[in-house]
């Protein structure tokens, strides 16, 4: 078959995004990242390896499980092209926006088998599909925008009494509890991942090693820390042709 549907998995950001937050000529930096032998690839891999090594110390929305399955991850992250983390994705030759792949999802990126192919020879259209949800083996929630003077008292009291700051990975049971605060106990636990889109104020955490593999490649504007970058791309599945 000539033409393929391909199927990733990663955190995705449009091409209009990828103007506002990345640097105008990352498709240079990125075209110098494709030789595995080059001075490049050598600092993208050193600056990544002080990166994550700095991560817990440094950044103001680290836990240290996240920092743990970093640190973890590593020596295999090593080992990867840099351009299998950080993708172009093109549907034919229209350039849609960028993947990051962290290194436990590499393994997922697959083109099509033969069912995928028929299923989806009379639908080449490019998709995106956001998950609205973390993509394991991260858990939890960033509390991304403030709350406004609409939300139900016992909302506000509970995330005054949490603590909650912008940037908080907020974990599953304590935001379970959030939506019945704010739905004041009228909602299915089963609709739990609908209501919390409705909220607006959360957003599916993102691994900060995407930031990391982001930052090391030089290609963010140096206005873009790690919370701008957590809250613009998102957990999403593409599928597109070529």
């Given at each position: 078959?000539?033409?393929?549907?391909?199927?990733?998995?990663?955190?995705?950001?449009?091409?209009?995004?990828?103007?506002?937050?990345?640097?105008?000529?990352?498709?240079?930096i990125?075209?110098?990242?494709?030789?595995?032998?080059?001075?490049?690839?050598?600092?993208?891999?050193?600056s990544?390896?002080?990166?994550?090594?700095n991560?817990?110390?440094?950044?103001?929305?680290?836990?240290?499980?996240?920092?743990?399955?970093?640190?973890?991850?590593?020596?295999?992250?090593?080992?990867?092209?840099?351009?299998?983390?950080?993708?172009?994705?093109?549907?034919?030759?229209?350039?849609?926006?960028?993947?990051?792949?962290?290194?436990?999802?590499?393994?997922?990126?697959?083109?099509?088998?033969?069912?995928?192919?028929?299923?989806?020879?009379?639908?080449?259209?490019?998709?995106?599909?956001?998950?609205?949800?973390?993509?394991?083996?991260?858990?939890?929630?960033?509390?991304?925008?403030?709350?406004?003077?609409?939300?139900?008292?016992?909302?506000?009291?509970?995330?005054?009494?949490?603590?909650?700051?912008?940037?908080?990975?907020?974990?599953?049971?304590?935001?379970?509890?959030?939506?019945?605060?704010?739905?004041?106990?009228?909602?299915?636990?089963?609709d739990?991942?609908?209501?919390?889109?409705?909220?607006?104020?959360?957003?599916?955490?993102?691994?900060?090693?995407?930031?990391?593999?982001?930052?090391?490649?030089?290609?963010?504007?140096?206005?873009?820390?790690?919370?701008?970058?957590?809250?613009?791309?998102?957990?999403?599945?593409?599928?597109?042709?070529?």
């Amino acid at each position: 078959m000539g033409i393929r549907i391909k199927k990733e998995i990663g955190y995705f950001l449009n091409k209009d995004l990828a103007s506002k937050i990345l640097v105008p000529n990352y498709k240079e930096i990125l075209e110098g990242l494709d030789y595995n032998d080059n001075n490049e690839v050598e600092t993208f891999k050193s600056s990544l390896s002080d990166l994550v090594s700095n991560y817990e110390a440094e950044s103001t929305m680290t836990n240290s499980t996240e920092s743990m399955i970093m640190r973890m991850l590593l020596k295999r992250v090593m080992k990867i092209a840099p351009l299998e983390l950080i993708r172009e994705i093109y549907h034919f030759d229209d350039n849609e926006g960028i993947l990051f792949i962290t290194p436990d999802l590499v393994k997922y990126q697959r083109f099509d088998d033969l069912i995928d192919y028929y299923e989806h020879f009379n639908n080449q259209n490019f998709e995106c599909r956001h998950l609205n949800m973390p993509i394991y083996p991260m858990v939890g929630w960033i509390y991304a925008k403030e709350i406004d003077e609409n939300v139900p008292e016992a909302f506000r009291k509970e995330m005054e009494k949490e603590g909650c700051k912008l940037g908080d990975i907020i974990d599953s049971d304590l935001m379970s509890w959030l939506v019945s605060r704010y739905y004041e106990n009228t909602v299915r636990s089963e609709d739990r991942l609908i209501n919390i889109k409705k909220m607006s104020f959360f957003l599916p955490n993102v691994d900060p090693m995407a930031y990391l593999i982001a930052k090391a490649a030089g290609i963010l504007n140096e206005n873009v820390d790690e919370f701008i970058f957590r809250t613009t791309v998102k957990p999403a599945i593409i599928s597109n042709w070529g």
